[in-house]
């Protein structure tokens, strides 16, 4: 199956830095999403973003599907930033319909 | 529309009890996805189903647990008996095709907590 590494596993850093958090997949999507563990459990989607980039607010995201990696960028980090961010991919060549998850990318924000 | 709707959200129990965790998808989408998370093993997709139709259920880890939807607006995820390997935090989502052009996106539920001692 599909492989999706995302890297750092770990990230500290402190409240005003930027960051980037990296996902590679092993074969070409169709879909690609990332998505927000809050410190309370709740995964939230961050952004759909198969190709292209896109931005909301102090996040970005930027997938080059040719190349089979996705950036999220996360600008100013404040403390409500932490928790852990997944990428979740689904290949174009199995025909299901469920999403493969990474393992993850565990931010902390320090005041 | 409120979002995806799970129940109850934590659970505690005595190991060999059955557990029923519920969930109501999102008005008007046609999959419903059960994933376990835990420590040790990370997001886990247990089922899916497509118009109340399971379509992939390699991921149920053993015959303890079963899974139904029995119309559009209501899935169940039954462990029984449970065991202590089975206290996790189990999470509903619901989505339109996410291969279809689009924006299809998945939604979680808040998840359930289960506990067995």
């Known amino acids: 199956g599909i492989q999706v590494e995302q890297s750092p596993p770990d990230l500290i850093l402190q409240e005003g830095a930027n960051s980037t958090l990296r996902c590679n997949f092993s074969?070409?999507?169709?879909?690609l999403q990332w998505f927000h563990q809050n410190p309370w459990g709740q995964l939230i989607n961050l952004f759909y973003?198969?190709?292209g980039t896109k931005q909301n607010g102090r996040l970005s995201a930027t997938t080059v599907a040719t190349e089979r990696y996705s950036l999220l960028y996360i600008s100013s980090s404040q403390t409500t930033d932490s928790g852990v961010y997944f990428c979740a991919v689904l290949p174009y060549s199995t025909g299901a319909n469920n999403l493969f998850f990474g393992t993850g990318t565990r931010l902390t924000v320090i005041p | 529309d409120a979002g995806v709707i799970q129940s109850p959200r934590h659970e505690v129990t005595e190991m060999g009890q059955e557990v029923t965790l519920r969930c109501k998808p999102i008005?008007?989408?046609?999959?419903l996805f059960w994933y376990r998370q835990t420590m040790m093993r990370g997001l886990e997709l247990l089922i899916y189903?497509?118009?109340?139709?399971?379509?992939?259920d390699s991921g149920m880890p053993e015959d303890r647990f079963s899974a139904k939807m029995p119309n559009a607006s209501f899935s169940t995820l039954k462990i029984q008996p449970s065991e202590p390997r089975d206290s996790a935090v189990y999470f509903c989502?619901?989505?339109?095709?996410?291969?279809?052009?689009?924006?299809?996106?998945?939604?979680f539920g808040a998840g359930s907590r289960l506990t067995v001692l």
């Open positions: 973003i198969p190709s």
């Open positions: 189903f497509n118009n109340n139709v399971p379509i992939d």
């Open positions: 989502a619901s989505s339109l095709a996410l291969a279809a052009p689009g924006a299809n996106v998945l939604t």
């Open positions: 008005s008007g989408h046609d999959y």
């Open positions: 074969d070409s999507v169709n879909n």
